[in-house]
């Protein structure tokens, strides 16, 4: 087992446990921070999103206090013309990888285990090697996961499928293009996209389960991508 200390040890590095480091470090300068993460890299939940997700709000207001996201930048085509810009989910990617690379580890205070799951009381394990590492805590162990949104990829659907049906998170609506079984497009739950007996071409209907942000995206982006909204339900 290998021994190591720290002040404060944050499970979770998603906008919840970087924009706690983010402040602890610039507030207490003697503050040391471990933190830990199953992701390979910074950003959370993010690392799982679909690809064409976006922020709900605009960008600014969004991460951590250190570092701003986006440019303030009008978006002057699309569904969110003449508001601010909302980023994607491959920019919020990005900048969480910034705020860690050019940020935390720089300060020198702060240490990261990426591909890591904690196991309590201060121990956590690689997923890769196995190999356990005991934590000395100073101060707090900080669960920045406990909020952590349910993601359809990471899950399966907690609900039976009719035969000739293919289930996929929102993830896999993109790649439709391949066109090899039919597919079903859901939203909170996971999101699925069929057609009736046929298994050689790309989709024509949907069904999305659910009716959160998710689902809204999927609808947005199944209309924006050519689909018959008689098709879509």
Not at 135 to 142: D, E, F, G, Q, S
Not at 173 to 179: D, F, I, K, T, Y
Request: include cysteine.
């Amino acid at each position: 087992m290998n021994p190591t200390e720290t002040d404060y040890l944050v499970i979770g590095t998603g906008t919840a446990g970087l924009a706690f480091a983010d402040t602890l470090i610039d507030e207490d300068p003697q503050a040391h921070v471990t933190l830990v993460d199953r992701h390979g890299k910074p950003g959370g939940h993010w690392n799982d999103a679909y690809p064409f997700v976006t922020l709900h709000q605009p960008s600014a207001f969004y991460g951590v206090n250190s570092m701003e996201l986006g440019s303030r930048r009008k978006d002057s085509i699309g569904l969110n013309q003449g508001l601010y810009e909302l980023a994607s989910g491959a920019e919020v990617c990005g900048y969480f990888d910034r705020v860690m690379n050019h940020k935390l580890l720089p300060s020198g205070r702060v240490a990261y285990h990426p591909m890591c799951n904690y196991l309590g009381e201060g121990r956590f394990e690689s997923l890769l090697s196995g190999q356990v590492t005991q934590v000395a805590v100073r101060k707090k162990v900080v669960d920045a996961s406990y909020l952590s949104p349910s993601v359809p990829s990471t899950h399966t659907q907690r609900f039976a499928v009719a035969p000739g049906v293919q289930v996929v998170p929102p993830n896999a609506l993109p790649q439709l293009w391949h066109g090899r079984r039919p597919a079903f497009a859901t939203g909170d739950g996971a999101t699925d996209a069929a057609e009736a007996g046929n298994t050689t071409r790309v989709p024509r209907r949907f069904v999305i389960v659910g009716a959160g942000k998710t689902a809204m995206d999927a609808v947005v982006w199944l209309l924006g991508a050519g689909a018959e909204p008689d098709a879509i339900q």
